[in-house]
């Protein structure tokens, strides 16, 4: 059931490509330039009246909310807070009827996330759940649902349902653009265009596997780990923090750029490898983050760079560089999470731990 593979886990890295087809399929219409979600509900005036979007979510299905901030304010122009499930009933929220309130979870049953959830449904906003799970209590519970087709995830560690809902929030955002008026239809024509050529970037990337298994052999035995991204990227790092210390159990944090000189700066030294995501992007200020770089670097840092395949800049900089296909800056987020689960699965393995039942952690987190 494994197909082959020695942990589920590897197997869900493997399957990104088929997943996201699978994501994809009948959904974008690109004579059109829209996009059709099977469940969809909502009229052209509801969408004219959301003043705001909510996003509630945990752990791994968070980090895509804030990646789906980017994509939403972007193409839709509809101010996005993305907030922890955990946290949003215990404070006194501000939601109202005008607001779209959407919960993103693989399993569509974590406590936290339902809990919030309801709590906005109560208090009349707008729900949309962003599940995996057909049938599931979230999926149950909202005015309108949307699958990511990711297939079951068994390993805890999500991998494939993370990159399906960061490819389904894209296609929420170009629906929500056109709805609102605030993308054309060649706008959107040229976001669905890049969003076909996502399955076989994302084949693309997993060929870099090897020179990742390099990497974390050279790694395997650090203590701590730094991620650093910027815009879009920033996700990517807490993202590739979190897979890291979840099945390593290696200490890792993931920062956005801006903020290492604000703190984590003072951790660097020679023993501390630090990832750097740098894909030449506009809104992921790649001069500033390759000034992160040569920061790291003249601490005595260890710096693994993930850049664009053409990049011949930053290169030389780095000690370790891995290579990602060129995605347009909303996509480059699924490209690059690629290395990281790689990286995170190859340093596991090594350590000889349990990869798809790493210690203290439950697939779906029932309990608050
Ligand atoms: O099923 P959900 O997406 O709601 O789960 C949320 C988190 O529990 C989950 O993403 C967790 O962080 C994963 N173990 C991360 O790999």
């Known amino acids: 059931e494994k197909g082959g593979y020695k942990h589920f886990m590897h197997k869900e890295i493997h399957e990104q490509p088929r997943a996201i087809a699978d994501t994809l399929r009948g959904r974008m219409l690109l004579t059109e330039g829209d996009v059709h979600f099977e469940t969809w509900n909502l009229t052209q005036e509801q969408v004219q009246t959301f003043t705001k979007v909510t996003i509630l979510a ?7 909310g804030v990646a789906g901030k980017h994509m939403i304010e972007s193409l839709a122009r509809l101010p996005v807070e993305v907030e922890l499930a955990s946290e949003f009933r215990y404070r006194d929220p501000i ?4 607001h ?6 693989q399993s569509g049953e974590t406590a936290d996330t339902l809990a919030a959830f309801k709590e906005a449904k109560r208090l009349g906003a707008h729900t949309m759940a962003i599940c995996n799970v057909i ?7 909202a005015n309108l649902h949307v699958l990511t087709n990711a297939g079951p995830e068994i390993g805890v560690a999500s991998t494939k ?12 955002a170009v629906k929500l653009g056109r709805m609102r008026g605030t993308l054309s239809v060649e706008g959107a024509q040229e976001h669905l265009t890049h969003l076909t050529q996502v399955p076989k970037m994302i084949e693309d990337v997993l060929k870099c596997e090897p020179q990742v298994k390099r990497v974390a052999r050279e790694f395997m035995n650090a203590q701590d780990f730094l991620f650093l991204g910027r815009g879009p990227m920033h996700p990517v790092a807490l993202e590739g923090a979190l897979k890291l210390k979840e099945i390593s159990y290696i200490h890792a944090e993931g920062y956005a750029g801006g903020e290492m000189k604000h703190g984590p700066i003072a951790l660097i030294d020679e023993k501390m490898p630090v990832v750097v995501i740098a894909p030449k992007q506009p809104h992921i ?10 920061e790291v670097r003249a601490r005595g840092g260890k710096v693994i760079a993930i850049l664009d395949e053409d990049d011949n800049q930053a290169d030389t900089l780095a000690d370790h560089v891995i290579r990602i296909p060129a995605a347009c800056a909303l996509l480059a987020p699924v490209v690059a999470t690629i290395p990281l689960q790689l990286l995170a699965y190859h340093v596991a393995e090594m350590r000889g731990n349990d990869v798809d039942q790493p210690r203290n952690l ?3 987190v029932t309990v608050e």
């Not at 779209?100 to 979870?105: F, G, Q, R, T, Y």
């Open 58 to 64: 945990c752990g791994t299905s968070w980090h895509s």
């Open 95 to 98: 939601v109202e009827k005008s």
């Open 100 to 105: 779209l309130v959407i919960a993103i979870s």
């Open 135 to 141: 049938g599931s209590a979230m999926t149950r519970e």
């Open 161 to 172: 349902a993370f990159t399906t809902q960061l490819v389904t929030l894209y296609l929420l």
């Open 285 to 294: 200020a790649y001069e500033k983050i390759i000034g992160n770089i040569e």
């Open 362 to 364: 439950a697939k779906s």
